[in-house]
């Protein structure tokens, strides 16, 4: 019976969800279709493929400011950190397409009295399609050293979690100026137990000069289904309405 009436419900939600505009009409359908996977267990037979996941990323990064001013307030943290330092490394949480560190090399490369030696740990999970992700990322990155002539060095770090991690993996080294960077990972690990306090005890073996971190204000992660669902709802209504603010979607044609 229970079955039956949340079928029913979801149904309904749907049906409502047609009758809605803009943000509120996608918010609506996003959380059916999650309720209805919920109540069938029916999940994704595979993630995204990475390629397409890269230009879906990429597309919110260069649409919306959320990541820009995050990646910009987090660099220049790091940069008043490194001033006068002949050796950086910066251990990157969060890698992904490596799109926060450009603009850090060039503001390096324009230091007066000449760049640091910088070294970037670039950590990310498992690739979906066997593809060396984080290779490609790096390979770019040193592109761009080479052409503004800052003397660089990489390393992609694979981990499935970043609680897994340990200071002795990162190949720490005497004399270098270090900076922790996480921009959107660490509430990913609430639903680990101990991963955060983890965690942050690796990065405290680090000892760095900085720790930058990124996070949203959202409180969906608690044990209770119903307090999660609200509180989710409300985070993303608030989400969708402001990227309908940014001309994510624009007013005059279909919501995709």
Known sequence: ??????????????????????????????????????????????????????????????????????????????????????????????????MQWPALMQALALRPGGPPSFRLTGIGPPSTDNTDHLHEVGWKLAQLAETIHVEFEYRGFVANSLADLDASMLELRDGESVAVNSVFELHSLLARPGGIERVLSAVKDMKPDIVTIVEQEANHNGPVFLDRFTESLHYYSTLFDSLEGCGVSPVNTQDK
């Open 1 to 98: 019976e229970n079955l039956k009436l949340a079928e029913a419900l979801v149904k309904q939600i749907g049906f409502l969800a047609v009758s809605q505009a803009g943000a509120m009409r996608k918010v609506a359908t996003y959380f059916a279709e999650g309720l209805a996977r919920r109540i069938y267990r029916l999940y994704p037979d595979k993630p995204l493929d990475s390629s397409f996941s890269d230009i879906l990323q990429m597309h919110f990064y260069e649409t919306c400011p959320y990541l820009k001013f995050a990646h910009f307030t987090a660099n220049q943290a790091i940069l008043e950190a490194f001033e006068g330092k002949k050796r950086v490394h910066v251990i990157d949480f969060s890698m992904k397409q490596g």
